[in-house]
T-cell receptor
Framework: GENVEQHPSTLSVQEGDSAVIKCTYSDSASNYFPWYKQELGKGPQLIIDIRSNVGEKKDQRIAVTLNKTAKHFSLHITETQPEDSAVYFCAASMETSYDKVIFGPGTSLSVIP | DAMVIQNPRYQVTQFGKPVTLSCSQTLNHNVMYWYQQKSSQAPKLLFHYYDKDFNNEADTPDNFQSRRPNTSFCFLDIRSPGLGDAAMYLC????????????FGDGTRLSIL
């Protein structure tokens, strides 16, 4: 079955700096990769997703890159702000099976003002 | 705004006393999921309903049951809660298993006395 690894487990950055979170997946059949942000006491919220026919996707300060050959995908947050502090989960699934979403273990991001 | 609503946000029950958590959605999605999330871990899928079809994960304990009386509502029943069942319980929905990402509610935090 699919296995998703995520690094680092914790990340501290100064406000205004960039943050990068990296994930790897094992199942080459996976073709949909969402990223979720979970703030304290709240449920995970989808912040960006990418499909395997695309190498990069940007939404304002957030970007995700995908390397299908290496089975790597990464989240990039630029100009970090204190409100970016949260736990971020990467995930992998197949577009024909959104019910089988495999989450990475999460990265706790702290943005220091 | 269309959303996934979980009630209550906090639930305290006694060891062995049955408890029910509820989830409602205004997204009119076909699929509803229940996840268990323990501290500093990724959400773990317990089961999901695709319309009225119930799909249990292989490692979900028998102590956990679910009901979906209509499209909008889904319930999680824990028949005899043990101390190890203390966790955040997350409800999520998706339009279909082959269409759309999962959208999460803010969860119910369950404590066992």
């Amino acid at each position: 079955g699919e296995n998703v690894e995520q690094h680092p487990s914790t990340l501290s950055v100064q406000e205004g700096d960039s943050a990068v979170i990296k994930c790897t997946y094992s199942d080459s059949a996976s073709n949909y990769f969402p990223w979720y942000k979970q703030e304290l006491g709240k449920g995970p919220q989808l912040i960006i997703d990418i499909r395997s026919n695309v190498g990069e996707k940007k939404d304002q300060r957030i970007a995700v890159t995908l390397n299908k050959t290496a089975k790597h995908f990464s989240l990039h947050i630029t100009e970090t702000q204190p409100e970016d502090s949260a736990v971020y989960f990467c995930a992998a699934s197949m577009e024909t099976s959104y019910d089988k979403v495999i989450f990475g273990p999460g990265t706790s991001l702290s943005v220091i003002p | 705004d269309a959303m996934v609503i979980q009630n209550p946000r906090y639930q305290v029950t006694q060891f062995g006393k049955p408890v029910t958590l509820s989830c409602s959605q205004t997204l009119n999605h076909n699929v509803m999921y229940w996840y268990q999330q323990k501290s500093s871990q990724a959400p773990k899928l317990l089961f999901h309903y695709y319309d009225k079809d119930f799909n249990n994960e292989a490692d979900t304990p028998d102590n956990f049951q679910s009901r979906r009386p209509n499209t909008s509502f889904c319930f999680l029943d824990i028949r005899s809660p043990g101390l190890g069942d203390a966790a955040m319980y997350l409800c999520a929905t998706s339009r279909d298993v082959s269409s759309g990402p999962q959208h999460f509610g803010d969860g119910t935090r369950l404590s066992i006395l």
